[in-house]
């Protein structure tokens, strides 16, 4: 049997490409391994080329199935997913399509041949680059005996491309520009928006798209949205929610920004008596504060949080009572008129004012305590698998130190 990669359990990313028809037998001459069970087929997939397709563009290659087992395999079932920037250019004979979880688009073809031990068949691989196509994933493959693969991981007969599509999208950073009162309680709500063309969702690292948040000086962050976790030296330090820091790092549970989605996020802020008007910034990023290569307008990455405190706050000396009409009084403001902030986003609606992510478009998106981080190295689990579990990365216990992990 193929070695199989045991899958990650952090995984969430997506697959694309497409397949099929039906696939001539050709002969090979390589023998079949030693190690192969007596009477049982072992097919192994060839790895299909990279690409980086701009938008429009069809990638046509074939995939080489080479039966390395002893026994022959008497028709097989080839499987191509397709994350959600990609598609399907037509439908094949012999094949079945469908959109599952996550948006990833599936093709099973069922291939009428027998591949005997030594032998080797083709067949394609064909999929589009669609308009929003950034960071994609590409499934492809059959199970070592040629029945439906499953979702167990990857290996020799079922493997995994990755690949960037020539393309960017803009990652856009939103303050907010409120008032307060010194000794007094304000919220604020930041954005991180996508103005694409791209959706964006990293599939080869954990280095996922992240707001980073830094309070302005003179208030204390006491109630932070679960998807906001304390920033270290490097990355995230404990977990979404703990109030009390510096520097937050906010970030969609699920990874996902899709094309002109806006994330809100609510901070409560506590402000100290005698502070004066304070700002603090917001800056889009990645959790671990690298750059995206995919954004290529850094003019939008960084905002300003404004809190502006009057210093005129306090009342007067009462009045004589020849001076006001009973039952009013005079000079000062209301002491019960604590102005409140807008919803610092600007270009876009959505919910605000709760203290978890929201989204303007694309649905709400809801917090976890600690966020997640994503484990979608190219060994990661299958795209379907990868969906439950992305949501555990640092669960609700406290991470000491999350060690930065860069792109290459």
């Not at 037998?25 to 049982?40: K, M, R, W, Y």
């Not at 690949?163 to 520009?177: F, M, N, P, Q, Y």
């Not at 978890?356 to 299958?382: E, F, I, K, Q």
Request: aromatic share 4%; glycine share 12%; proline share 8%.
């Amino acid at each position: 049997m193929p070695q199989r990669i045991r899958p990650s359990h952090l995984r969430k990313p997506a697959a694309f490409v497409a397949a099929a028809a039906f696939a001539a037998a050709v002969p090979a001459f390589a023998a079949a391994p030693a190690h192969a069970d007596p009477g049982e087929a072992s097919l192994e997939m060839s790895t299909l080329p990279s690409a980086s397709p701009k938008p429009g563009d069809v990638y046509d290659k074939n995939v080489v199935i080479t039966n390395k087992g002893t026994a022959a395999a008497d028709g097989l079932t080839f499987r191509v997913r397709l994350t959600r920037g990609l598609d399907f250019p037509e439908e094949a004979k012999g094949c079945t399509y469908s959109t599952v979880a996550d948006q990833v688009r599936q093709a099973l073809c069922e291939l009428d041949t027998v591949v005997e031990p030594g032998a080797s068949v083709e067949t394609p691989v064909r999929f589009k680059a669609l308009p929003k196509a950034l960071m994609e994933v590409v499934e492809y493959g059959t199970s070592a005996t040629g029945a439906a693969p499953g979702d167990e991981g990857f290996g020799e007969s079922y493997r995994r491309l990755t690949l960037t599509a020539d393309s960017s999208a803009d990652l856009v950073a939103v303050g907010e520009d409120t008032e307060a009162l010194a000794g007094g309680q304000q919220s604020i709500n930041v954005q991180l928006r996508n103005d694409g063309p791209g959706w964006i969702k990293n599939q080869v690292s954990d280095d996922q798209p992240a707001l980073m948040v830094r309070i302005p000086k003179g208030t204390t962050a006491s109630m932070v949205p679960q998807d906001c976790m304390p920033f270290g030296i490097d990355g995230p330090n404990a977990p979404g929610g703990t109030p009390g820091r510096a520097t937050y790092v906010c970030m969609p549970y699920d990874h996902v920004i899709e094309v002109g989605q806006a994330l809100t996020y609510t901070f409560m802020l506590d402000v100290a008596k005698g502070t004066k008007t304070t700002d603090g910034s917001v800056k889009a990023t990645s959790v671990y504060d690298i750059h995206p290569a995919f954004d290529k307008n850094p003019a939008n990455d960084t905002a300003k949080i404004h809190v502006a405190i009057p210093t005129d706050n306090e009342e007067d000396p009462s009045p004589s009572p020849s001076a006001t009409s009973p039952g009013t009084s005079s000079g000062g403001n209301d002491p019960e008129g604590q102005s409140t902030g807008g919803s610092g986003s600007t270009g876009s609606t959505g919910s605000t004012g709760s203290t978890s992510a929201g989204s303007t478009t694309g649905g709400s998106t809801t917090g976890s305590a600690g966020g997640s981080l994503a484990n979608t190295g190219s060994d990661g689990t299958p795209l379907l698998v990868g969906a439950a579990a992305a949501t555990a990365a640092l669960g609700g216990g406290l991470v000491l130190a999350v060690r930065r992990r860069r792109s290459v």
